[in-house]
């Protein structure tokens, strides 16, 4: 057996999961096979981070590996058929099936480094409340950042801003199912919904969404990991103290890094367990979410220690309070675009993927330019 809980997140979930389907297995040539296939999977999902020793090391034991491993492609290939392979007899076994649908897309991570430009459909957003409020203006408002070159749109309903009020269910479908429907007739442009609720993930995803944001990731209401899972849509579990009501009143950690790492670990295994695929799976420190200012600024500066999850990180520091507090100036929020770009660059050097903005055009281009200079 492959030594799966090496990898971080992913390992974790095999080692969790291959026992509920190793125990659901009766007969010993199947669970061998399954075995094999499991080394299989690991081999390929660490293919770049292994040298080819190290994976010829680590699972020289399988008669498969000598057999099949001939390219690269070939691993792909069998990763492809186990992931079939799972599926087709995932039937009655819950685990074979959670197991398959986190083997599945290993290898076809698009390029993750993205825009995500942000439709708030609410009355009270702390930068732009009030502004996309009547549906026609924020399809507008969207087609607008698709134009100057958001790769996504999120569209969110509830204000998280601190000491926010929860918005009913009702309202919250009321703003946003519209605005999704008519985005998804008018672009191609991937959209995600960001709520904490599963009802209004579900009518999201079934207007035409196809992430889920959630920035309890998962905890305020657990049902939307299996919503998720369901559409097979993308995930992103943002790290959040508290809930928006209480979350600035007086946040602690130990060590900020270490603690936002270990806890989104945790939410990923829930999510993997609830079925969400691995390669849809994102992750976000969630800044200014039961921060202070050291605290965000920390996160910023060590960020790159979340990659150690192995998964790709989402970024919103655009137009956030934390940039007047180093300014000592009260700036309204859309005049916080320095402070924005100067956060955003800092985070792409240390291996922020998509970045959430409420200025796509001006951020594109600081974006482009923190790449072009930390990618040598
Ligand atoms: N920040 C906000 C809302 N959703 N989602 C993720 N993944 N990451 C974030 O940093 C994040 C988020 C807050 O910004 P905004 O939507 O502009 O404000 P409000 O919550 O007041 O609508």
Not at 270 to 277: D, H, P, W
Not at 350 to 368: F, P, Q, S, T, Y
Request: charged share 25%; glycine share 8%; net charge negative.
């Amino acid at each position: 057996m492959s030594d799966l809980a090496r990898d971080p997140v992913f390992g974790e979930v095999a080692r969790r999961l291959q026992a509920r389907a190793f125990a659901s297995i009766q007969n010993e040539p199947a669970r061998d096979e399954l075995a094999d296939a499991v080394t299989w999977a690991y081999v390929a999902f660490r293919r770049e981070r292994l040298e080819r020793d190290e994976v010829a090391a680590m699972v020289g034991h399988s008669g498969l590996f000598h057999r099949e491993v001939r390219t690269d492609r070939g691993e792909e290939q069998h990763v492809h058929a186990l992931v079939r392979g799972l599926r087709a007899c995932a039937g009655d076994h819950p685990a074979l099936a959670a197991l398959a649908a986190a083997y599945a897309g290993y290898s076809t991570a698009p390029d993750e480094r993205r825009l995500m430009g942000v439709v708030n459909v609410t009355p009270d957003s702390f930068s732009d409340g009030g502004n996309y409020l009547d549906p026609s203006r924020a399809v507008e408002h969207a087609l607008r950042l698709v134009e100057e070159g958001a790769d996504l749109l999120d569209v969110g309903g509830e204000s998280t801003r601190p000491h926010a009020e929860p918005v009913a269910l009702d309202e919250e479908l009321r703003r946003v199912v519209p605005v999704i429907a008519a985005l998804a007739k008018r672009t191609q442009t991937p959209i995600s919904i960001d709520t904490t609720k599963s009802e209004v993930a579900r009518a999201a995803l079934d207007a035409g969404a196809s992430i889920v944001n959630d920035v309890s990731a998962g905890r305020l209401d657990p049902a939307i990991l299996a919503v998720t899972a369901a559409h097979r849509a993308g995930f992103v579990a943002m790290h959040m103290q508290g809930d928006p009501r209480t979350m600035q009143a007086a946040p602690q950690y130990g060590d900020v890094v270490a603690d936002v790492t270990e806890h989104l670990r945790e939410r990923c295994y829930v999510a993997l367990e609830a079925g969400i695929e691995r390669s849809k799976l994102w992750i976000d420190p969630g800044i200014g979410f039961g921060k202070t200012l050291e605290h965000n600024l920390e996160l910023l500066r060590r960020l790159a220690e979340l990659r150690s999850l192995g998964l790709p990180i989402v970024l919103g520091v655009s137009r956030k309070s934390f940039i007047t507090k180093i300014t000592g100036r009260e700036t309204p929020p859309e005049q916080r675009i320095g402070g924005t770009a100067a956060a955003l660059a800092i985070g792409v050097q240390n291996g922020a993927e998509i970045l959430r903005v409420h200025d796509v055009a001006v951020m594109r281009e600081a974006v482009l330019v923190a790449r072009a200079i930390s990618e040598r």
